[in-house]
Every structure is written in structure tokens, then in C-alpha cells.
């Protein structure tokens, strides 16, 4: 393919695929602690750490990661808080990022023209020093999920429950948190801030509705995932389009696809259920005397004995 003979388009798709196979696994994580709403949110943190970075003429990549990784530890702090209601820790940590990144741009003027390559991804804007961040991040999430995927398992569901079997749930949440941030703020440059979490949820959220088990939804969650960043990134470059928008508009016709599939293979199944149910009644009504009850056992089954 033509575009692949072009060294950033290269770094966009190796990148792509190593964020797309730990956002997806981390999306289903998320959508069982009923947290899907924390990457979106460190996703605007991130925001503040580049318009921060931008002002003080640092790196925004790194300001913008190392903030995310501050917003998820915050969150987790909050949130223990707010036991009840933990959902409020997304929306303070969300207000506090936004408005950080408001004040920050307005008081940078000049950067607001290559602000939007932050905003919705850019395939031209993964350099070398990205690349490298996300080879870390993917090595360091991928070795988190695969050391601590039964514990993982267990708090998503019940941390009390977790708890008492002993494991250590704060940290392990600390750390989850942690790894939340630090994929967020990696994923920036593919999808861009407004859709980072499109890339986490979407893939998780049709693999959860179509696997029949936990490792399943895992694998499916990481095809999906792959298949929407190489076709979204292939799209964006063949129409011109941001990479962060094409990337989310195919997963979300992934999503409706797979779910009208599903839904489709359960109208054909109680279908051909109702069709062998009757077929049995059919059967029944054309050999009323021919009954499979106790006296096949104690008698033999002579009350059927004139029938053969």
C-alpha cells in the first residue's frame, strides 16, 4: 500500500495497534467497575497538562501525560471520598481539568492554531519521542493486566469481597488508576483528547455484549479494537479527515453492526427452537399412546408392547 511507504504513516499504525490492544482490554475492565466515564475524563485532564506544557515551552506530550497520571491518582483519592456517590470524583477532577485548560489557552493566544492536532489526533503528529511513550506504556499496561488479572477480576466486581481474600484493593485500585491515565494521555495523538475515549469503550463495549465469557470479551475487545484503528487511520488517509473522528465513527459502526448481528442470531435461535418444539407436539399428537413415563421402568414398558 502506498501510504505505508511513508515513515509517519508507519509510526501512526504501530502505534495504533499497541494502544489499540491495551485500550480495549483496559475499556473492559472499565466497563465492569461501571467506570467508563474515567477515561474521557482523564482524557480532558490531559488537555490542561498541554496547554500547560504549552505555556511554559515544554514538551506538551510529557506535561500532558504526566497531569493525566496526577488527575487518576486525584480521582482515586476523591473517590474513596465519596464511597456513595463515586461518581462524583469524575465530574470534580473533569471541572478542574477543563477549566485549567480554558484559562491556560487563553493565556497562550499563539497556540490555539495547533491546538486542534491535540484536540482530534493527528496522523502527522506522532514523532519519535511519542512513539517511544507509548512503546513504555503499552509494555507497562500489557505487564499490569496479564500479573494482575485475577485480582482485577475480583475488585471489578466486589472489592469487599476482594478485600477479605486479601488483596490489596487500594493499591491495586491506585495502580489501575494509574495505568488508566497513562494509556489516556498516550492514545492523544491517534484520536486526540475529545474522542480518546471512543477508543476504550467502543471496542469493549460490543465485546461484552457478544462474549460468553471474561476472556473472550478480552481478545474480541483487542480485535475490534485493531480492526477500528487500522481502518479508521486507512479512511483518514484516503478522505483527509482527522484520524481521532474517522477512528471512532467506524468503531461505533462496528458496535451497531455487531449488536443488530447479535440480536439477529438470538431472533434465529428462539425461531429454530419454537420449530423443534412443535415438531416434538406434532410427534405426540401422531402417537397419543406411545407415553415415556415410570412404567417404562417398572413394568418395561409393556403398556407399549402392542405399538412395536
Do not use: C
Amino acid at each position: 500500500m502506498e501510504m505505508l511507504h511513508y515513515d509517519f504513516m508507519q509510526r501512526a499504525f504501530f502505534a495504533g495497534g499497541l494502544i489499540a490492544l491495551v485500550a480495549s482490554v483496559l475499556g473492559v475492565y472499565l466497563m465492569l467497575r461501571r467506570q467508563a466515564m474515567m477515561a474521557d475524563m482523564l482524557s480532558h485532564v490531559s488537555l490542561a497538562g498541554v496547554a500547560g506544557g504549552a505555556y511554559l515551552q515544554l514538551n506538551p506530550s510529557l506535561t500532558g501525560f504526566a497531569i493525566a497520571i496526577t488527575g487518576a491518582i486525584a480521582v482515586e483519592y476523591v473517590r474513596r471520598s465519596y464511597k456513595t456517590y463515586s461518581e462524583i470524583s469524575t465530574a470534580i477532577i473533569m471541572i478542574g481539568g477543563l477549566s485549567s485548560a480554558v484559562v491556560l489557552m487563553s493565556l497562550n493566544q499563539g497556540m490555539n492554531k495547533s491546538f486542534s492536532s491535540y484536540l482530534f489526533g493527528s496522523i502527522v503528529a506522532v514523532n519519535q519521542t511519542e512513539l517511544s511513550l507509548m512503546i513504555a506504556v503499552a509494555l507497562i499496561g500489557a505487564s499490569f493486566f496479564i500479573l494482575f488479572r485475577r485480582p482485577l477480576y475480583q475488585i471489578a466486581f466486589d472489592e469487599e469481597t476482594a478485600a477479605t481474600n486479601g488483596i490489596p484493593v487500594k493499591w491495586v485500585s491506585l495502580i489501575f488508576s494509574v495505568i488508566t491515565g497513562m494509556i489516556a494521555a498516550a492514545a492523544m495523538p491517534i484520536v486526540g483528547v475529545l474522542l480518546v475515549s471512543s477508543l476504550i469503550v467502543l471496542p469493549a463495549s460490543l465485546a461484552i455484549r457478544v462474549s460468553s465469557s471474561f476472556t473472550s470479551a478480552l481478545y474480541i475487545a483487542m480485535g475490534i479494537g485493531l480492526i477500528g484503528v487500522f481502518s479508521g487511520l486507512t479512511a483518514s488517509y484516503e478522505l483527509s479527515t482527522p484520524p481521532g473522528g474517522t477512528i471512532a465513527v467506524v468503531l461505533l459502526i462496528l458496535l451497531v453492526a455487531g449488536i443488530a448481528v447479535k440480536k439477529l442470531m438470538l431472533k434465529v435461535g428462539k425461531l429454530r427452537s419454537k420449530n423443534s418444539t412443535s415438531k416434538v407436539d406434532n410427534m405426540s399428537t401422531a402417537f397419543p399412546r406411545f407415553t415415556m413415563n415410570s412404567s417404562i421402568q417398572t413394568t418395561g414398558g409393556k403398556e407399549n408392547e402392542n405399538l412395536v
